[in-house]
């Protein structure tokens, strides 16, 4: 069969047959009296065999390997390929995402979109604190690539780089509430818990709500706080877990803090001194979340968190006792 005829079944141009013979990869078996290219049925089916092994991603040097070396095994290039297509698409994708975090930050100009991918270059640095300086530098470099920061704030392990960015998604115009809400049910705890605070130092409606919904998590971390943002942002509902934060030891100084603020609305002081009070009548407690509790009441008003105190005055650890007559000494004084 002449070159024409192959190029015509084969759907491979005859410029590619050529240069198929001109690597080895595929020689004519004949000639014709004119000196024509002839192709006999296992050159074509050979033909076939090298398309179906580019289709596969192949180079044409992989493909002679694969046709002409008796040793050659299948698996293994298989193998390569598949981590070779990996890395392709793992690359593809990246780039897919910075396309469209540039897009989403809607440049005016090229020198806005230049600042916007040298910042995204930035936050996705080895160095820790380049991460952080990218992150401060952000608010003064126009349109930020918000779900970048997002993305930085929920996989950032270094504290001060993951403060940084917290503050820089706090300057955000943008619903940034909504974008860390998938963070809070992510998998891996510590993702959660970076979400949880970074939605505690946002000031809108939406985190507020996220945030009330975070003290049904199953995750003890985000429940405690999500209850330590909402305290400072007079939410009733973080009472019963902040009230358990003060008898188990957990940021009990902030839980306590958090309590005394809330129990400045004179509607909750007697539903915290309340709480509290049945926290310690349903004991048993030890003496250590006895005197944390008598710590709590302290800067809760009225006479319900009074007369508790002066019950722990006579408490048979001296510590308790000793806590609660220094607090009703500091009370009786204001």
């Given amino acids: 069969m002449l070159i024409g005829d192959v190029a015509r079944r084969s759907g491979v141009s005859a410029r590619m047959l050529r240069h198929y013979d001109s690597l080895g990869l595929v020689r004519p078996t004949g000639r014709t009296a004119s000196g024509y290219r002839e192709y006999s049925d296992d050159d074509i089916r050979r033909i076939f065999h090298i398309e179906s092994l580019r289709s596969l991603g192949l180079s044409l040097r992989e ?4 046709l002409d070396d008796p040793g050659f095994r299948p698996a293994d290039l298989v193998d390569d390929l598949i981590r070779q297509t990996r890395e392709r698409i793992a690359a593809e994708t990246a780039l897919l ?46 349109p930020l690539p918000v779900e970048a920061l997002v993305e930085a704030v929920l ?37 959660r818990e970076r979400a949880v605070r970074a939605l505690a130092e946002l000031a809108d409606g939406e985190s507020t709500a996220l945030l009330r919904d975070a003290l049904g998590s199953s995750d003890l971390v985000v429940r405690r706080r999500a209850a330590l943002a909402l305290g400072t942002r007079g939410v009733a509902e973080a009472v019963p877990t902040l009230v358990d934060m003060a008898v188990e030891g957990a940021n009990d100084v902030d839980a306590a803090d958090a309590l005394g603020m809330l129990a400045a609305r004179p509607a909750l002081a007697d539903l915290i001194a309340d709480a509290l009070v049945d926290r310690l009548a349903r004991g048993p407690l030890e003496p250590s979340a006895r005197r944390r509790l008598a710590q709590a009441l302290a800067d809760i008003p009225g006479s319900t968190a009074s007369e508790a105190l002066t019950g722990l005055t006579r408490d048979e650890d001296r510590a308790v006792a000793l806590t609660a007559t220094y607090i009703l000494t500091l009370r009786a004084a204001r």
């Fill in 155 to 191: 996989s950032e392990t270094d504290p001060n780089a993951a403060g940084a960015l917290r503050w820089a998604l706090a300057r955000s115009d943008a619903d940034v509430s909504a974008l860390l809400a998938d963070g809070l049910h992510a998998p891996e705890a510590a993702v």
């Fill in 97 to 142: 995402t910075r396309l469209r975090r540039l897009d989403a930050a809607e440049p005016a100009g090229w020198e806005e979109a230049l600042q916007i991918v040298a910042l995204l270059q930035a936050l996705a640095s080895e160095s820790a604190g380049r991460r952080q300086r990218a992150a401060l530098s952000s608010a003064a470099e126009g």
């Fill in 63 to 66: 493909v002679g390997r694969a």
